[in-house]
């Protein structure tokens, strides 16, 4: 299910259910100590599963924690990277595929071995026929179940709407951040992190229909045009470079007036030439009904 005003790029997140998330910190004890509250790593998981299913996509704004505990998480999964991750390489998903004689080998011995030389990932063995020797052999497949995006810094994935860890401020974009643990108020910010959202994802879909961030934000195209169009009004709505035009009083070379020259009949009430363009000393007669 497409939703409105996510790039066509990234819209392949959407086709089932998409879930953002943060600050999971797997495996952190010093974390864990300081914030009673906060489930153990398999509460952690359970909780992140029970939301997230197999063809969902969820989006973690950083600092992960134990990739153990990521190996356990259902979905595509994607990661914007945070500043507890260290190293792109470290999180991306990867798949080996190796290969093994089946007259040297038994199904069971081929598991045994991979699990051996790549530990934690899941295994899975095919069979595969040749027209050559070894005509029958065992294709042994590994999968570190990490991320299968990573993103080292923010991410602008629509018009209006930017990923990142610690929060920014762009008037232009609504951000989906964590890093703040404590859950500060920022207009146009929606916090994700675990210990501000209940240690739950928070589901995506329903929060673009429900709270319509595209109607909230003014577009940067918009504000280039709106700022455009207010600085003209204070040129007097001359163009950048166009002469500035003199009063009448000015063009004749007349000399400034003041209140009270002798053989005027003006009254007592003046004011200042009124020109957004032109500044001078003269004075125009008020008429005083």
């Avoid at 990521?70 to 290969?99: A, S």
């Avoid at 530990?119 to 020797?133: L, R």
């Avoid at 070379?253 to 053989?263: C, D, H, Y």
Wanted: with cysteine; glycine share 8%.
């Amino acid at each position: 299910m497409a939703i409105p005003g996510i790039y066509p790029q990234f819209q392949h997140w959407c086709k089932n259910t998409l879930w953002f998330y943060s600050d999971p910190h797997f495996g952190d004890k010093d974390l864990a100590k300081s914030i009673k509250k906060r489930p153990s790593d398999a509460e952690h998981i359970a909780k992140i599963n029970s939301k997230v299913g197999k063809k969902d996509t969820l989006v973690i704004l950083g600092d992960v924690g134990d990739i153990e505990c990521v190996r356990q998480l259902k979905g595509y999964k994607v990661l914007i990277m945070g500043n507890h991750d260290l190293g792109r390489t470290n999180y991306e998903r990867k798949i080996v595929e190796e290969f093994y004689d089946q007259d040297e080998y038994s199904r069971d011995e081929v598991i045994v071995d991979m699990t051996k030389k790549y530990p934690g990932w899941h295994i899975w063995v095919t069979e595969q026929w040749e027209f050559h020797a070894p005509f029958q052999r065992w294709v042994a497949h590994a999968d570190n179940r990490l991320f299968d995006e990573v993103y080292e810094g923010a991410l602008i994935i629509g018009e209006k709407v930017i990923l990142t860890h610690e929060p920014v401020e762009i008037p232009w974009l609504w951000n989906f951040h964590g890093h703040d643990h404590a859950g500060a108020f920022r207009p146009n910010h929606t916090n994700v992190c675990s210990d501000a959202c209940g240690y739950e994802p928070m589901q995506m879909n329903e929060f673009f229909k429900k709270f319509g961030i595209s109607s909230k934000i003014t577009s940067i195209h918009r504000m280039t045009i709106d700022g455009a169009i207010e600085r003209k009004a204070k040129r007097g709505g001359k163009k950048i470079g166009e002469k500035k035009k003199k009063c009448e009083n000015c063009a004749k070379g007349t000399p400034p007036l003041t209140a009270g020259v002798k053989g005027k009949s003006y009254c007592h009430h003046y004011r200042r030439y009124e020109d957004p363009n032109h500044s001078c000393e003269h004075w125009e007669e008020y008429i005083d009904a």
